[in-house]
């Protein structure tokens, strides 16, 4: 069945350091594929999307560029802030008729020190 | 805020017992969806209503429940609770249904605890 499988935390970085969060799937056909983040105590947020091959997503800094060849969706930001510091989950949605649902990896847990 | 409203936000009961969650989506939204997040086994997709009827079943126990209401308002029902089910529940919902391109928006969770 559809999976996703990112790289396991925590992550601890420095603040202005460059990030990256792997994330490779497994599904049939073109998926959409998601990063979302939640912040502590909240619930889960979009960060950013890509609904097709070589599409490349970007928000708030952060980016992932949907790799087909590679099934891979690799979350990236060049300089982190204290900030960014939340779980971040990979997640794609796999093509159902008349139905939707996400399929989520397990969740980064991202530390950035000042 | 996503405009998704879930309640209570945090809920203690014991084993055997049974509870409501509940999930108001956001405005003009037709689908809802129910997410189970724990600790082992993450975030799972549990159950999606669009405009009142089941449309897609994920990894949901037989001992838990759902449905959506004319006014769109969606509740889970989890009963004989055991403490495996201890987990924060999300809610979220979009405006589509389909296979489209519409983003799901999420609620701040119900955090369940069964004692």
Redesign the interface.
Known sequence: GDSVTQMEGPVTLSEEAFLTINCTYTATGYP?LFW?VQYP??????LL?A?KADDKGSNKGFEATYRKETTSFHLEKGSVQVSDSAVY?CAL?P?????????????TRLTINP | DSGVTQTPKHLITATGQRVTLRCSPRSGDLSVYWYQQSLDQGLQFLIQYYNGEERAKGNILERFSAQQFPDLHSELNLSSLELGDSALYFCASSVGGGAGDTEAFFGQGTRLTVV
């Open positions: 959409s979302y105590g909240e619930g889960l947020q979009l999307k609904t989950f949605r093509i159902i008729q008349g139905a939707q649902k996400l399929v989520f990896g397990q969740g």
